[in-house]
């Protein structure tokens, strides 16, 4: 059994894709295009790995703003199979590429998984969030260094607080995004 991949088109603003990182599907699947905002084109393509295994049912869909637009994926064979699905908007402009894992059929370890924003527009991207880890890392170690600097044993606690709680936020981060 096999989940849908989704695309979220127009979520963030206009022509944006928001599309899973990496999906697994052990057979024939769906494409759900939710378009949150105007009317769009979006092109669907496999690379030339996945077109030995899958065929997609139409490559090129109009799809009407507010609506969700299904396509369907028909897998062509039964090996083991990864390649990039190519997901694009706005004539070229919004791009998208997801990793595609076709594993034996009647696996059972299908899943659509780590989103991955547009431009920023519905999270963060990989280097606002290392940005923001190693920002964590400095304030936590500024805030350390001061409170001891300062000497005034509340304003250290206090301080030293306050810069364990940025490292321990960097750790979040880097833990949860593995950056």
């Known amino acids: 059994m096999s989940d849908s991949l989704t695309v979220h088109v127009n979520r963030g603003g206009l022509h944006s894709l928001d599309t899973p990182e990496r999906f697994v599907a052990d057979d024939s699947f769906d494409i759900v295009v939710a378009n949150h905002g105007g009317a769009t084109h979006v092109h669907l393509h496999v690379d030339d790995t996945l077109s030995e295994q899958l065929a997609i049912e139409t490559p090129n869909h109009h799809v009407a703003g507010g609506i969700e ?9 039964t090996e083991p199979v990864r390649g990039e699905l190519k997901v694009v908007t706005a004539h070229g402009s919004h791009t998208r590429h997801v990793d595609v894992s076709m ?6 370890d299908a899943v659509d998984i780590e989103a991955r924003p547009d431009d920023g527009s519905a999270g963060l991207g990989r280097d606002e969030r290392r940005a923001l880890a190693v920002g964590g890392l400095v304030v ?24 364990t709680g940025g490292v321990v ?3 979040a981060v880097h833990h949860v995004t593995g950056n």
Do not use: Y
């Not at 637009?69 to 064979?77: D, N, Y």
């Not at 594993?103 to 059972?108: I, K, L, Q, V, Y």
């Open 169 to 171: 936020a960097a750790v």
């Open 103 to 108: 594993t034996e059929p009647g696996g059972a």
């Open 69 to 77: 637009r299904r396509v369907r994926v028909t897998r062509t064979g």
């Open 140 to 163: 936590g170690a500024l805030g350390l260094t001061a409170g001891v600097a300062v000497g005034d044993l509340r304003a250290m606690a206090v301080l030293a607080v306050l810069g």
